[in-house]
């Protein structure tokens, strides 16, 4: 207690407690090393989401929430929303309807990459590295569930985000395109080096993160 | 700078609606007080009253006044409700949807215009069954003007039932429907008590500030009066305008003092509308009480359809008969079409149209432009704050059309007159135009707003990018339709306003409404036609372009399409 504690590498979540009114919803401390997956299960209505919204700063205001989350030592909860870089995958891949797949992937580039052909290509190399090369012009309304899918990782991963948050990204998908998406998911944040939330009602998720699972139950007791 | 903005906007925008009606009511109190000092006025007395009281017809003015306002209210209501709750959630209601939004857009007086031309006993209705009847002169019916108002209300439920039937539809999603719906039919009720009892209270709860609008309107509306109502004696709002626009400036005094009358008729209207209210939810709760089905309800159901079907098609054959008139060479009674077509009506207008036009222009576009900016800026601001618009906010927002018109515009116009404002006559009407343009817009937008999916924004700002860039690049050109509809609803709003443009510009400035409304009393058919179809065309012009430009910009965007 007298020193002040080293930063570490990756993830870290210290007493982070979400309420609402007396109810308890999470409670939680943890580590997350960079590359590894963080597992919370729980049942629809349970709260596990809350978690995310906390780390990423879109918590509704009623809920009350306190704790701390650093990312390589960077206290998180100090920043703006947009300076946090925690990027998000939601159930539905959520693409940016007027934008072209390539313009999907070019508006997540930090803005410190100035030039237009240098975004471009970078977009354009992404693409390329997830399968969908040519794609760039694009309308995503056209596109099929799972290459929707893999613009929005591409789009999440050139935004250099600090950490994962995955909201039951899987859930909407068929048998055999979530087990390849999983995969998919898994291993780039693994190269990338990024911590990895995954908040699921999916046993299967669990066991392919292959991560420390915490689960939380219906009336709010939180419990590994 | 992002917080800041968005905060400011809900305080300018309050000031923007709260004020000019604040002060317009102090401007018209006032001076019925005896009290305005630019005209000589600088003690309270209760003369200007006194005069008023000696007016003769006045209180059978203020009678017909209350009376055609009601009765336009609750025919409009009544029809809006039955055809309604005996359709919604079927395909014939959507159809039906489609031909009545396009009414919202037409303006008043046009409206009114074409159904004149329409009944009036050289009309043609009449023309059409003349040969049958061997009628071969215009019968000796006083229509429109008929002492009862009842071709006023008429014209004025062809307007407010499209106004109430979309502003119903647009909270009907508020409401389980369809399990309603099963619930009803499953105990045995007909499609319309099942509707009634399980549906309306709530529906009626979030509608009920616009029918308190349409009260307020129908009950001091002026341009429809003048070209629809009774004239000897008119409603008590005619009445004001004449007074308001008489040379002998002395006049002002007895008009303010009529002004005040007309708060009170319309919200002794008001009133006797709530005791209804109350009336009707006693009767609702008996009938469910004692478990009435109303099985047999076929026959009501088709007659609303009827009814909402003719009211569509007067509106639009009216506007035909317009365009017809406006073109017309001879047409002698009782020929169904003219002799001959002619540009010549249109020619002699148009070097006369070029200034109203260019001032109905600018002050629509500057108001609606002003009131986009300021409701995106406080929709914005409830997103901050994470709090949407309370019922008190609602009211706020319906504050400038359920107060009437007549009575604080008025009073602006006194104020205006006496701070000498005369150079700046446009920005006057503009921000008057404003308080009644911001309203619409607010309401048509906010729905939309607060329906799109919040997690797109998430994304946009965990991708690292601010609230102004999340609005710039993914808010405003995903709700770009909307928005682009938003505009189009407000210009048509600031396109149709006849009495505050009357008013605040004083025939100094005149717009295409108010010179057409200007001719109601000629009875030249061929120039109303041009003037009246103008001021339908504009608004649709506004309409149809800004359609377009969706379609352009997402060329290729299929979500983007509707």
Redesign the interface.
Known sequence: MMLQRQPTNGLSLSNVLIRMGDVSLIALTAEVPPGSVFTVMGPSGSGKSTLLSFIGGFLDPVFDAKGKVSVDGVDLLSLEPQARRAGILFQDPLLFPHMSVGANVAFAIPADVRDRRRRRQIAADILADMNLADFADRDPATLSGGQKGRVALARVLVSRPRLLLLDEPFSKLDMELRAQMRTLVFERARTAGLPVILVTHDDADAEAAGGPVHRIGMNGASHD | MTALLPRSAVALTLGLLVLPITFGLLGTLLPAFGYLPALGGHDLSLQPFRDLAATPGLPTAAVLSVATGLAATLISLGITLIFVASYAGTPTLSRLQHLLSPLLAVPHAAAAFGLAFLIAPSGFLIRLVAPLFGIDRPPDILIPHDPMGLTMIAGLVIKETPFLFLVTLAALPQVELSAARRLAASFGYGRIAGFVYLLWPSLYRQIRFAVYAVIAYSSSVVDVALILGPNLPGTLATRLVQWMNDPDLSVRFLASAGAVLQLGVTLAGLLFWFVLERLAAVLLRASRERGWRFVRDQFLRRVSILVVGLIGGAVFAGLAILAIWSLAGLWQFPDLLPQSFTLRSWMSALPRIGDPLVTTLVTGFASTLLAILLTIGCLEREIQT?RSASQKALLMLYLPLIVPQITFVFGLQLLFIGSGGGEYRLTALVLVHLVFVLPYVFLSLADPWRAL?R??E??????????LSVLV??RL??L?RPILTALALGFAVSVGQYLPTLLIAEGRLSTITTEAVALASGNNRRVIGVYALLQTIVPFLAFALLALIPSA??R?????RV
């Not at chain 2, 998430?458 to 609230?467: D, K, M, P, V, Y």
């Not at chain 2, 290729?556 to 983007?560: D, H, L, T, V």
Request: zero cysteines; proline letters at 4%.
């Open positions: 994470g999916d997690r797109y998430i994304i946009a700002t965990a991708l690292g990018r601010s609230r690049s993914i050109p995903m770009i910009l997402h290729n965007r299929r979500e983007m």
